[in-house]
DNA sequence: AAATCTCCCAACCGCTCTCCC
DNA sequence: AGGGAGAGCGGTTGGGAGATT
């Protein structure tokens, strides 16, 4: 087993094992942590006995001994939502593992990597495939959000119109920040099967091939319409 | 059957963020 | 306000397993 010298208590060099986990080592975390809490993992590997450093301990745990966690088989929506968030988010691995229950953002990342990265999949291909599984409900008529652009804090998200014959290069529509979930899911439509609020917003810059960008003044916000969204393609 | 290649994923590293004093 | 410690995140790496030659 690989090891490695760091700083233990009061400077003392301890040499950590590296590498993979055994099962007496996860059988050591899972115990104390089911005692003690997943807390202070800086100090928790000497407490648990673990020759290990905090971090690897922290990420054993939240990767794979943690309840409820999920490994293999991501099925077909789980792929799909994988990339419509990737498509708003980017490499924002923790948000778009928060939104798949029982997967993790290393999990994610490495199917990402793996599998989806280097596959030429478009939005507008999966929005095909979407409305080909609401026939009969009226399909999606509006995009969906394709991107989110900004910091973490200055969420802007941006929807291509797929069917916009055109161009491009309209001057999109700036929302303001204060963030309105009824306005925003009007621009969605028909994911309630088409029962309208009456707040449609504002109209797309032009008829052909305009951008919608939506800002939102806190991720949580974003999170909210997200989780709209994840709920509807995962039923 | 052995050697080599490729792919996948668990784990590590370093940077950033958050919280507390 | 700012400095330090701990936690969290995303990129990268190393090694094992399976595929190919």
Same mark, same amino acid.
């Given at each position: 087993?690989?090891?490695?010298?760091?700083? +233990?208590?009061? +400077? @003392? @060099?301890?040499?950590?094992?590296?590498?993979?986990?055994?099962?007496?080592?996860?059988?050591?975390?899972?115990?104390? @942590?089911?005692?003690?809490?997943?807390?202070?993992?800086? !100090?928790?590997?000497?407490?648990?006995?673990?020759?290990?450093?905090?971090?690897?301990?922290?990420?054993?745990?939240?990767?794979?001994?943690?309840?409820?966690?999920?490994?293999?088989?991501? &099925?077909?929506?789980?792929?799909?939502?994988?990339?419509?968030?990737?498509?708003?988010?980017?490499?924002?691995?923790?948000?778009?593992?928060?939104?798949?229950? #029982?997967? !993790?953002?290393?999990?994610?990342?490495?199917?990402?990597?793996?599998?989806?990265?280097?596959?030429? %999949? /478009?939005?507008?291909?999966?929005?095909?495939?979407?409305?080909?599984?609401?026939?009969? !409900?009226?399909?999606?008529?509006?995009?969906?959000?394709?991107?989110?652009?900004?910091?973490?804090?200055?969420? @802007?998200?941006?929807?291509?119109?797929?069917?916009? +014959?055109? #161009? #491009?290069?309209?001057?999109?529509?700036?929302?303001?920040?204060?963030?309105?979930?009824?306005? %925003?899911? &009007?621009?969605?439509?028909?994911?309630?099967?088409?029962? &309208?609020?009456?707040?449609?917003?504002?109209?797309?810059?032009?008829?052909?091939? &305009? /951008?919608?960008?939506?800002?939102?003044?806190?991720?949580?916000?974003?999170?909210?319409?997200?989780?709209?969204?994840?709920?509807?393609?995962?039923?």
């Amino acid at each position: 087993m690989v090891k490695k010298t760091q700083r +233990g208590n009061k +400077g @003392v @060099v301890v040499v950590a094992n590296r590498g993979a986990w055994i099962a007496e080592e996860d059988q050591k975390l899972v115990e104390y @942590v089911r005692i003690h809490g997943d807390k202070n993992w800086r !100090t928790l590997p000497a407490k648990a006995g673990l020759n290990r450093c905090g971090k690897s301990c922290r990420l054993r745990w939240l990767n794979y001994l943690r309840p409820g966690i999920k490994r293999g088989n991501i &099925s077909e929506e789980e792929e799909d939502l994988i990339i419509r968030l990737h498509n708003l988010l980017g490499n924002r691995w923790s948000l778009i593992a928060g939104r798949l229950p #029982g997967r !993790t953002d290393n999990e994610i990342k490495n199917y990402w990597n793996a599998h989806l990265g280097k596959r030429p %999949l /478009t939005i507008e291909d999966l929005n095909l495939k979407l409305n080909k599984r609401l026939e009969g !409900t009226g399909g999606l008529t509006r995009p969906l959000p394709t991107r989110i652009l900004a910091s973490r804090r200055d969420l @802007v998200a941006t929807a291509m119109d797929p069917g916009g +014959g055109g #161009g #491009g290069g309209a001057a999109a529509e700036q929302l303001h920040s204060e963030f309105d979930l009824e306005r %925003l899911l &009007s621009l969605i439509t028909n994911l309630d099967g088409g029962s &309208s609020t009456g707040n449609d917003v504002g109209t797309e810059a032009d008829g052909s091939g &305009s /951008t919608l960008e939506f800002e939102f003044d806190d991720l949580d916000k974003f999170m909210n319409y997200e989780d709209d969204i994840g709920s509807y393609l995962l039923n």
